[in-house]
């Protein structure tokens, strides 16, 4: 069972906008800044979204992030088939002292 | 451009141990803390362990806490994850992680290819 708690699945059809939630708490969440993972099949993670929403250069701007206490959220605007992927939200965890995950976010064009 | 390029992974016997090393490029490594993350098949990503920059400040994971050890050498630009007492549940794809700060190691950034490591009898 994963620290952060996201949803295992999301949809949405080609030019939709789509969000991802993902929740937390005092210690991860609401103490530290979260950031966004996006894996495609296949291949290893790549940071899509850092300090809650900032965006690596190279990451499209159809991509963005957002905080609030202790969820966030990641939000495509635009949907597209490539972005078909797994995500995982993460943040620092000062209990823990270290990083934690959420369980990961399955997303599929339909 | 940051290159990260794990190898050592391989098929281990339950309670023996393994090494992982990870080479890094591109980036002067001894400025930024190193992760290792690992995912198991078909799962998601767990955190495994960090180093700071000069290996002053280490943090594991409770679920390898006492058997695996992260450690760096800063001359050779490469980062280690000695594992022992290997268990059936160590079985994953290990990532060699950099961080996304010059100076922090909260935020696992630039990730490497992987390398399995398989546990069985």
């Known amino acids: 069972q994963s620290v952060l708690t996201q949803p295992p699945s999301a949809s949405g059809t080609p030019g939709q906008r789509v969000t991802i939630s993902c929740s937390g708490s005092?210690?991860?969440?609401?103490?530290?800044?979260v950031n966004w993972y996006q894996q495609l099949p296949g291949t290893a993670p790549k940071l899509l979204i850092y300090s809650n929403n900032q965006r690596p250069s190279g990451v499209p701007d159809r991509f963005s992030g957002s905080k609030s206490g202790t969820s966030a959220s990641l939000a495509i605007s635009v949907l597209q088939s490539e972005d078909e992927a797994d995500y995982y939200c993460?943040?620092?965890?000062?209990?823990?002292?270290?990083?934690?995950f959420g369980g990961g976010t399955k997303l599929t064009a339909l | 451009q940051v290159q990260l390029v794990e190898s050592g992974g391989g098929v281990v016997q339950p309670g023996r141990s393994l090494r992982l090393s990870c080479a890094a490029s591109g980036f002067t490594f001894s400025s930024y803390a190193m992760h290792w993350v690992r995912q198991a098949p078909g799962k998601g990503l767990e955190w495994v362990a960090v180093i700071w920059l000069d290996g002053s400040n280490i943090h594991y994971a409770d679920s390898v806490k006492g058997r695996f050890t992260i450690s760096r050498d800063n001359s050779k630009n490469t980062v280690y994850l000695q594992m022992n007492s290997l268990r059936v549940e160590d079985t994953a794809v290990y990532y060699c992680?950099?961080?996304?700060?010059?100076?922090?190691?909260?935020?696992?950034?630039?990730w490497g290819q992987g390398t399995l490591v398989t546990v069985s009898s």
């Open positions: 992680v950099r961080d996304r700060f010059n100076g922090s190691g909260k935020t696992p950034g630039y």
């Open positions: 993460a943040a620092w965890d000062d209990s823990l002292n270290g990083p934690v």
């Open positions: 005092s210690s991860n969440i609401g103490a530290n800044i």
